[in-house]
T-cell receptor, first 111, second 115 residues
Framework: NAGVMQNPRHLVRRRGQEARLRCSPM?????VYWYRQLPEEGLKFMVY????????ESGMPKERFSAEFPKEGPSILRIQQVVRGDSAAYFC?????????FGPGTRLTVL | AQSVAQPEDQVNVAEGNPLTVKCTYS??????LFWYVQYPNRGLQFLLK????DNLVKGSYGFEAEFNKSQTSFHLKKPSALVSDSALYFC?????????????WGAGTKLIIKP
């Protein structure tokens, strides 16, 4: 039973490029959360999705960031026109009975 | 307002000594409480949870936590610390007074176990 999968594990982009981060939840899980973490800091909630539905995007920046969780395939966090301040670790989690299960994260570096 | 407080940014403990990482919370409904651990450059791993029942819950790696309703606390404990326990620990709460499945996260406590 595979855990939460995220890819890529490391992503390097130049300023102005687009970053696409993928998350496949655990089998049977239909709720996905995205978080951002800066070095030596805590988790910052970004968005909470169910299949084909955004439940809560209160933590998402209003511009350049978007997320989706289609009926088929992984959840995608998309960052357009990346800036250096977007450099961080992005974690996805899927919801089990009560607890969230985390993926290994994608470390985004913007040059 | 919903909140989780981890009052210590860092806790230092000698190997073999007992450890405590503190967590207090504020919610409107009944709390579901969680502890997670994060090792360097890794994702978060679930340690233990309190949903209902016994106030003392046991989790992975010999950790346990005690739910104290009157003090609104859920401190993480281990009787004898190992150097390998050094990591970042996060407390989280779900407020069952709300219908969503969001977790409110503490800021994290860095635990350093010295040999």
């Amino acid at each position: 039973n595979a855990g939460v999968m995220q890819n890529p594990r490391h992503l390097v982009r130049r300023r102005g490029q687009e970053a696409r981060l993928r998350c496949s939840p655990m089998k049977g899980h239909s709720h996905v959360y995205w978080y951002r973490q800066l070095p030596e800091e805590g988790l910052k909630f970004m968005v909470y999705l169910q299949k084909e539905n955004i439940i809560d995007e209160s933590g998402m920046p209003k511009e350049r960031f978007s997320a989706e969780f289609p009926k088929e395939g992984p959840s995608i966090l998309r960052i357009q026109q990346v800036v250096r301040g977007d450099s961080a670790a992005y974690f996805c989690a899927s919801l089990g009975e009560n607890e969230q299960f985390f993926g290994p994260g994608t470390r985004l570096t913007v040059l | 307002a919903q909140s989780v407080a981890q009052p210590e940014d860092q806790v230092n403990v000698a190997e073999g000594n007992p450890l405590t990482v503190k967590c207090t919370y504020s919610v409107s409904g009944n709390p579901y409480l969680f502890w997670y651990v994060q090792y360097p450059n890794r994702g978060l791993q679930f340690l233990l949870k309190y949903i209902t029942g016994d106030n003392l819950v046991k989790g992975s790696y010999g950790f346990e936590a005690e739910f104290n309703k009157s003090q609104t606390s859920f401190h993480l404990k281990k009787p004898s610390a190992l150097v390998s326990d050094s990591a970042l620990y996060f407390c989280a709460v779900r407020d069952t007074g709300y219908s969503n499945y969001q977790l409110i996260w503490g800021a994290g406590t860095k635990l350093i176990i010295k040999p």
